[in-house]
């Protein structure tokens, strides 16, 4: 409709008319807007709308995410930050299983060192006992008396160190049988005397026998007491076994 086909009092509206007609039409554009609009909107222009829990997300230069690139370094970090913990650890443990088998090990050899002290002066003071011992046996040189008594234990001594058998009972049975204990005794009247060798001393022993069977270390005379006593104990061992087993002359 053209503005020549509208009629000549509408054109002719007052003022008060035209701010009339204004009104209306404001009206009727913001229910027009209200209607086109969701029926949450209203809540929405009086409640801020919540935060997005996502993160949030720029483009790097490369167009990659950002954030993802931040998250993989911080991982790497914390990966690191591990490995370097966990390899302090490895060290200090090392060290400290070092320092303890070098411990052991000196305790070990000091161990080791006083056992082989100790051994060494054990053997040490034994030596020394075998040597004092050695030397008091030397120093005390056996003592017989000069009788019967002495010149029997004297033979024995004699007679142990040559390995001829023989006791104090046999020994002093047969010289008191022989001689009566009288080391100067002399068979002058027997075969043997008859013969020229006759029997002498405290077993009555002739001179080939003596001289046969003459025990080393003793002097060589038949009346000497403790020679008479072993060649004839030597004799007698030789002939019957021991001195023991005569009960006569022999």
């Known amino acids: 409709m053209s503005a020549s086909s509208i009629p000549g009092r509408l054109r002719r509206l007052n003022k008060t008319q035209k701010l009339s007609a204004a009104g209306i039409s404001a009206v009727a554009a913001a229910a027009l807007s209200l209607s086109l609009v969701p029926g949450h909107a209203a809540e929405a222009e009086t409640e801020p709308q919540a935060l997005s829990a996502a993160p ?13 690139t931040i998250q993989n370094s911080i991982i790497e970090q914390h990966s690191t930050a591990e490995q370097l913990v966990k390899a302090a650890d490895a060290a200090k443990a090392k060290k400290a299983a070092a320092v303890k088998e070098k411990a052991e090990a000196v305790a070990k050899a000091k161990k080791a060192k006083a056992k082989a002290h100790a051994k060494a002066k054990a053997h040490k003071a034994a030596a020394k006992r075998g040597h004092q011992a050695a030397s008091r046996s030397e120093s005390r040189t056996a003592v017989y008396g000069n009788n019967l008594d002495g010149w029997i234990k004297e033979s024995l001594a004699i007679m142990k160190a040559k390995g001829i058998p023989g006791t104090y009972d046999g020994l002093h049975r047969n010289i008191i049988r022989e001689s009566s204990g009288n080391p100067r005794a002399i068979n002058d009247w027997d075969v043997n005397a008859v013969n020229g060798v006759p029997s002498k001393g405290l077993l009555q022993i002739i001179k080939p026998t003596f001289d046969a069977y003459h025990v080393g270390g003793t ?19 030789d002939k019957y076994g021991s001195i023991d087993n005569v009960n006569s002359a022999y």
């Open 56 to 68: 949030v997300v720029f483009a790097s230069a490369a167009g990659a995410p950002q954030a993802k």
């Open 219 to 237: 002097p060589h005379d038949q009346y000497d007491p403790v020679a008479n006593i072993t060649a004839s104990a030597n004799y007698a061992a």
